[in-house]
């Protein structure tokens, strides 16, 4: 009777456990993000103990396979004592073998490193996109500070600081041509602006809204999702928005919960008439490493908690540039012809920082087609396809300390030409950054983490280069620019008449 008892008790127990555990699976689809932040560590402590469980109980059938096997050649009989100490034996080497697993997985690489590396590791992670930047041997340098006229590309320049409230067209000296404000409305612009060719205006409020703004600077409308990097023109009069949102997704067989980011398809009235999910072609490019930062992020107490007072103020739990953000997609390039082995027209060019990742995506099936970068770029932004096939990329150079520009033969999958400034080291964003090829084989450079846009010709030399005036001299910080574009076909916008 006694047995059967233990027997009920230990099956409801194993019961009990895996409906913890399924909870967390439930949570990816049924309960959601809040549901699996609560019950985080119940549900990871009833995963351990199945675990243990489990190695427990196959240590147990090994032995008694070979007890079972000695028992044939000479048999024997085992007394309670020996059944009980045997049991405790095998629970040790168990525990031992499940810490041993679980340290290998979660424990901090930081400390097993030197203090100068772990040092140096930290501080590569907390660096978030904030609207300045620190300026002390260029903090006089405002606006145009060199400009050669017969070498650089002549156009008008769309200009943002970051978190700023305006918006300026500049022309090649740095004069003001026309601004859009935003002091009226109250939406603080962060890092991306486009020039639609009646005069409005397209921005981005970092990942809370995008914003459409007429000449004259009225709000036509606003679409309130968390947007963020990347505008530009789709087929017809709609436009491409990179998007993102929390989600709960099941990687490497575990419950995650991450930011996924998606491109919106945004109609000229401000409606979202499609969203393309990039997990789906993304989700074989992540690594396991990622998985495990979460989780070990999650065991403290006091991030759990972050999280749920985040929802309050913000209306969502994951922060952007935390350790939640797993992909940060920037750039959304539409491919304007078909290349032969590579794709196809009307495929979009996607560049992915966190996985360092540049991918060509089909629309069709929701899946990347072409994929290069992992182990060659670090933190990279800002792809674009060129006139003979070639593909330009902002490679930040987070793990090297320099950055530099590259243009990559897409068949050959070899890099034909880079621009790196000497010493290398003085050219450097961590973070952001920019390059805009020109009609005359220039390249518009834009070094974000310095507040700084130059050009240079095909052999380096600056021609054109440019500060961002918004200075904060008594804290010696300048104001970031994201991305400063240069408008190099004036025809194609009707709206500049009126600057004359």
């Not at 907390?126 to 156009?155: C, H, N």
């Not at 008008?156 to 740095?174: C, P, Q, R, T, Y």
């Not at 997990?279 to 403290?300: D, N, S």
């Not at 300048?478 to 009126?498: A, F, S």
Request: net charge positive.
């Amino acid at each position: 009777m006694d047995t059967v008892i233990t027997r009920i008790i230990k099956y409801i127990f194993i019961l009990v456990l895996l409906m913890l555990v399924t909870a967390g699976y439930l949570a990816v689809s049924v309960t959601g993000l809040r549901y699996f932040i609560v019950l985080f560590p119940v549900t990871l402590a009833a995963a351990m103990l199945l675990a243990f469980l489990v190695i427990f109980r196959i240590i147990k059938g090994l032995l008694w396979l070979l007890t079972v096997r000695r028992k044939r050649k000479t048999p024997a009989k085992t007394s309670k004592l020996s059944t009980t100490l045997s049991s405790i034996v095998i629970g040790i080497v168990s525990f031992t073998i499940l810490m041993s697993l679980v340290v290998t997985v979660f424990q901090d690489p930081q400390k097993r490193r030197s203090s100068g590396g772990a040092s140096s590791i930290k501080a590569l992670k907390s660096l978030p996109y904030v609207g300045w930047t620190p300026a002390k041997e260029d903090i006089s340098k405002r606006g145009v500070t060199k400009y050669d006229a017969s070498k650089a590309f002549d156009g008008i320049n769309l200009f943002m600081s970051a978190g700023g409230l305006e918006v300026h067209l500049i022309d090649m000296k740095g004069k003001r041509l026309h601004t859009w404000s935003a002091r009226r409305s109250g939406h603080r612009f962060h890092e991306m602006a486009k020039l639609l060719p009646n005069g409005d205006l397209l921005a981005i409020v970092y990942s809370r809204n995008l914003v459409r703004m007429d000449w004259d600077s009225n709000v036509k409308w606003v679409n309130d999702k968390r947007y963020n990097h990347e505008i530009t023109d789709a087929p017809g009069p709609d436009f491409y928005v990179l998007g993102r949102e929390d989600t709960m997704d099941v990687l490497f067989g575990l419950p995650v919960p991450f930011i996924t980011d998606y491109i919106a398809v945004i109609s000229p009235d401000g409606q979202t008439k499609r969203k393309i999910p990039l997990l789906k072609a993304a989700r074989r490019h992540i690594p396991f490493g990622r998985v495990v930062k979460i989780y070990r992020w999650m065991l403290k107490r006091d991030n759990r908690k972050s999280l749920l007072e985040r929802y309050k103020e913000k209306k969502h739990y994951l922060g952007q540039s935390t350790i939640f953000d797993i992909f940060h997609s920037n750039t959304i390039t539409v491919i304007d012809k078909d290349i032969e082995g590579i794709c196809k027209k009307g495929d979009l060019l996607i560049c992915i920082r966190e996985l360092d990742l540049v991918g060509i995506l089909d629309l069709q099936t929701e899946e990347f087609v072409w994929t290069w970068g992992q182990g060659e770029l670090s933190r990279p932004h800002h792809p674009t396809f060129l006139e003979n096939g070639n593909i330009q990329i902002f490679d930040n150079g987070r793990i090297r300390g320099y950055s530099r520009i590259i243009e990559l033969d897409p068949v050959s999958r070899k890099i034909v030409w880079q621009y790196k400034a000497s010493p290398p080291k003085s050219f450097y964003t961590a973070i952001r950054g920019s390059a805009q090829r020109l009609p005359n084989g220039n390249v518009l450079i834009t070094e974000s983490d310095r507040g700084r846009v130059f050009e240079i010709t095909r052999g380096g030399q600056i021609v054109w280069e440019f500060y961002n005036p918004y200075v904060d001299v008594r804290q010696k910080k300048r104001g970031v620019i994201y991305r400063m574009p240069r408008i190099t076909e004036p025809q194609k916008y009707p709206c500049l008449d009126m600057l004359r």
